[in-house]
């Protein structure tokens, strides 16, 4: 048996990508198992702190979800580790490569068809669970109200504006790698950059219409009491919408979208449907906490900054012949002679299909400080606006989305982007004492 010291970089590559995807199934699948466990042993009674709020009915839809998605994760989870095993050591997108150079001359259109192919066919894998998340899982708790022709719909112009904006984009940084010398990296982050701000900045005008309606805040009370809200926050945007999220899901949510003089604020209409006018109030406070602590700036910096070292490692891996060996793919001869090749396409898939394995570990902390920021952002609201409110209206979204209130504390720290229920609202004050009414 070869010791550490005769094995090569690409054995090594593929032992460590190999244990580190072993190593994150393993942790999953505990942290899935400590939440389906904790969820099912707290479902029949409703913590003390909410019994006056939340019914029993409706605590046990909120498990009974809860546990329906832990399940259904597992099993897309294990989906995923075949999928990404087929496409690196098993061979998938070293044939896949090979298929296209017997059908074309290497270049730059065999590389974005490579691309595109690869997409396609990533998709078409995952389409069952799609579906099954849509028209199964979210129908039984009647949270779904997409229908096939609208599903379809969305999934046509998706596919391509995604052909439209990736490939242009795809083609602007596999020529920087090509073109640009050691530091193509550099300049691929420069373009990669600015192409995100730029998406931020189109994205409410020009890209979501084509999937939502949006209509502008008719409600003229409630449009006086939020621009009130925003004024006194020093906040200004460019319109107030209502968007119809009814269309496709019960589910209820408010954004803020866009980028400069394009911000907009956008409620749900479900949303306008389950809360008061004081509670929407209370609830775009938070999300104006977020703006007034930068919170989005700064993880638009922390992202950046994130994506130039991703940039930096890509433009050494690519270089590498056992980055692509390692990982089960055989790169063009002239790489190994420092000649110039057209395995770029095949370094970026490789270095997204791996990227996420190594670094799953780092998950905790971004949703600490994500959890952080919210907490930053209630107390905020509750500056601005109700405490109480603001708590009701958390009381509303916890139920009708059936979000549970005993996830398993492991869990949570783990993955959890906001707070538990019992924590965040243990930090504001509870509204009055309400009977609180069986869910359908």
Same mark, same amino acid.
């Given at each position: 048996?070869?010791?550490?010291?005769?094995?090569?970089?690409?054995?090594?590559?593929?032992?460590?990508?190999?244990?580190?995807?072993?190593?994150?199934?393993?942790?999953?699948?505990?942290?899935?198992?400590?939440?389906?466990?904790?969820?099912?042993?707290?479902?029949?009674?409703?913590?003390?702190? +909410?019994?006056?709020?939340?019914?029993?009915?409706?605590?046990?839809?909120?498990?009974?979800?809860? #546990?329906?998605?832990?399940?259904?994760?597992?099993?897309?989870?294990?989906?995923?580790?075949?999928?990404?095993?087929?496409?690196?050591?098993?061979?998938?997108?070293?044939?896949?490569?090979?298929?296209?150079?017997?059908?074309?001359?290497?270049?730059?259109?065999?590389?974005?068809?490579?691309?595109?192919?690869?997409?396609?066919?990533?998709?078409?894998?995952?389409?069952?669970?799609?579906?099954?998340?849509?028209?199964?899982?979210?129908?039984? +708790?009647? *949270?779904?109200?997409?229908?096939?022709?609208?599903?379809?719909?969305?999934?046509?112009?998706?596919?391509?504006?995604?052909?439209?904006?990736?490939?242009?984009?795809? %083609?602007?940084?596999?020529?920087?790698?090509?073109?640009?010398?050691?530091?193509?990296?550099?300049?691929?982050?420069?373009?990669?950059?600015?192409?995100?701000?730029?998406?931020?900045?189109?994205?409410?005008?020009?890209?979501?219409?084509?999937?939502?309606?949006?209509?502008?805040?008719?409600?003229?009370?409630?449009?006086?009491?939020?621009?009130?809200?925003?004024?006194?926050?020093? *906040?200004?945007?460019?319109?107030?919408?209502?968007?119809?999220?009814?269309?496709?899901?019960?589910?209820?949510?408010?954004? *803020?979208?866009?980028?400069?003089?394009?911000?907009?604020?956008?409620?749900?209409?479900?949303?306008?449907?389950?809360?008061?006018?004081?509670?929407?109030?209370?609830?775009?406070?938070?999300?104006?906490?977020?703006?007034?602590?930068?919170?989005?700036?700064?993880?638009?910096?922390?992202?950046?900054?994130?994506?130039?070292?991703?940039?930096?490692?890509?433009? %050494? #891996?690519?270089?590498?012949?056992? *980055?692509?060996?390692?990982?089960?793919?055989?790169?063009?001869?002239?790489?190994?002679?420092?000649?110039?090749?057209?395995?770029?396409?095949?370094?970026?898939? #490789?270095?997204?299909?791996?990227?996420?394995?190594?670094?799953?570990?780092?998950?905790?902390?971004?949703?600490?400080?994500?959890?952080?920021?919210?907490?930053?952002?209630?107390?905020?609201?509750?500056?601005?606006?109700?405490?109480?409110?603001?708590?009701?209206?958390?009381?509303?979204?916890?139920?009708?989305?059936?979000?549970?209130?005993?996830?398993?504390?492991?869990?949570?720290?783990?993955?959890?982007?906001?707070?538990?229920?019992?924590?965040? #609202?243990?930090?504001?004050?509870?509204?009055?004492?309400?009977?609180?009414?069986?869910?359908?």
């Amino acid at each position: 048996m070869p010791t550490t010291n005769e094995l090569s970089p690409s054995m090594l590559l593929t032992l460590a990508f190999a244990i580190a995807l072993a190593l994150q199934l393993l942790v999953q699948l505990w942290l899935n198992t400590r939440q389906v466990r904790y969820v099912a042993q707290h479902r029949h009674e409703v913590p003390q702190s +909410f019994a006056s709020h939340i019914s029993l009915a409706a605590h046990q839809k909120a498990a009974d979800y809860t #546990l329906a998605k832990a399940r259904f994760g597992l099993l897309h989870m294990a989906w995923g580790a075949v999928i990404l095993l087929g496409w690196t050591l098993l061979g998938g997108l070293n044939a896949l490569q090979g298929a296209l150079l017997q059908w074309m001359e290497p270049g730059m259109v065999q590389q974005l068809v490579l691309l595109a192919a690869f997409a396609a066919i990533s998709g078409l894998l995952d389409l069952p669970f799609s579906l099954y998340q849509t028209f199964v899982l979210e129908a039984r +708790f009647g *949270f779904n109200k997409n229908t096939p022709a609208i599903w379809l719909g969305d999934l046509l112009k998706s596919t391509l504006l995604a052909a439209i904006i990736g490939l242009p984009i795809a %083609w602007i940084i596999l020529w920087f790698m090509g073109a640009t010398g050691s530091l193509w990296w550099l300049w691929a982050w420069g373009i990669w950059t600015g192409f995100q701000l730029l998406l931020m900045w189109i994205f409410p005008t020009y890209i979501a219409p084509l999937f939502n309606k949006f209509e502008p805040l008719a409600d003229e009370s409630l449009k006086a009491r939020v621009t009130s809200l925003m004024k006194r926050c020093g *906040f200004a945007a460019k319109g107030l919408f209502v968007m119809d999220g009814s269309r496709r899901s019960a589910h209820a949510n408010a954004y *803020f979208t866009g980028f400069g003089a394009s911000k907009r604020v956008v409620f749900y209409d479900t949303l306008l449907k389950q809360l008061s006018p004081e509670e929407v109030e209370a609830v775009l406070a938070h999300e104006l906490g977020h703006f007034k602590h930068k919170h989005i700036t700064k993880r638009m910096i922390g992202m950046f900054a994130l994506s130039l070292v991703g940039f930096a490692v890509l433009g %050494w #891996l690519s270089q590498q012949v056992w *980055f692509y060996t390692g990982l089960g793919v055989l790169p063009s001869a002239a790489l190994a002679f420092g000649q110039p090749s057209y395995d770029d396409a095949l370094a970026l898939l #490789l270095f997204i299909l791996a990227l996420p394995v190594f670094t799953f570990w780092i998950a905790p902390l971004m949703a600490h400080f994500s959890r952080r920021d919210e907490f930053e952002a209630d107390a905020y609201a509750m500056q601005q606006a109700s405490g109480a409110a603001l708590a009701s209206a958390l009381l509303k979204l916890y139920e009708d989305n059936a979000s549970t209130l005993t996830p398993d504390p492991v869990y949570a720290r783990y993955y959890y982007s906001h707070p538990p229920a019992v924590e965040r #609202l243990a930090r504001m004050p509870l509204p009055a004492t309400s009977n609180p009414v069986s869910a359908a």
